[in-house]
Every structure is written in structure tokens, then in C-alpha cells.
């Protein structure tokens, strides 16, 4: 089963922020300020097929992960005495998640917990 990749906007903004494309620099100063009127002028088939460049050229690769969901199936309640075992158990869950990721071969692994 194909994997779908999808590009937060963490990754998006840092890997745009190397750029000297002044087009690209005006979508992220949009961006930023969340200055939707302007993002949409700006943003052209052109724009977006740079900006994918870019991104690939970054090697930035981020997966949808279902870590949160599964931990809280594991464990609906906790008792503080609980948190050592939920602590370590999240973080081999994340830890097998980057490692199953990392097969992609890119540089940068992002992981979604939404």
C-alpha cells in the first residue's frame, strides 16, 4: 500500500526560507502573516511547482502517524503511578515510527501526531 506524503507547515516554511526566489519569499511573508487575501494572489500553478521543488530538493518527508490514537487505546486511564511506563511506550512507538520512515531515504522525517 502506497504511503500518503504530505508536507507540514514547519517543514514547508523552513525548507522556503533557504530560497532567493522573490515570488516564493512574498507567498511565505503571506504566510507568516496569515495575510489570506495575498497567499491566494500569489499562489500560481508556478509557485507551487517550485515550491514542491524545493521541498524535494530538501528531502523533507513527513508521514501521518496513528502513535497518539494507539497509545490512548492502550491506555484510556492513567494513574500518575503510570506515567514512567506511557512515557517509555510513546517514545519506542515514535522511535519504530522514524525508523519505519526512515526507508524513504530522505533527509528530513517529520511525523504528524494530528
Known amino acids: 500500500m502506497e504511503k500518503c506524503v504530505q508536507f507540514d507547515s514547519e517543514a514547508v516554511a523552513q525548507a522556503l526560507a ?7 519569499g512574498a507567498l511565505l511573508a503571506a504566510v507568516r502573516s496569515a495575510d489570506l487575501d495575498t497567499l ?18 530538501a528531502e523533507v518527508y513527513v508521514i501521518n502517524s496513528t502513535v497518539l490514537t494507539d497509545l490512548a487505546q492502550n491506555y484510556p486511564s492513567i494513574g500518575e503511578s503510570d506515567i514512567p511506563s506511557v512515557v517509555r511506550d510513546f517514545e519506542r512507538r515514535l522511535r519504530e515510527a522514524f525508523r519505519n520512515a526512515a526507508a524513504s531515504g530522505k533527509r528530513t522525517i517529520r511525523i504528524n501526531l494530528k
Do not use: K, M, N
Not at 40 to 57: A, G, K, M, W, Y
Open 18 to 24: 533557504h530560497t532567493e526566489r522573490a515570488e516564493v
Open 40 to 57: 491566494v494572489s500569489d499562489v500560481t500553478p508556478d509557485i507551487i511547482s517550485v515550491i514542491r521543488q524545493i521541498l524535494e530538493q
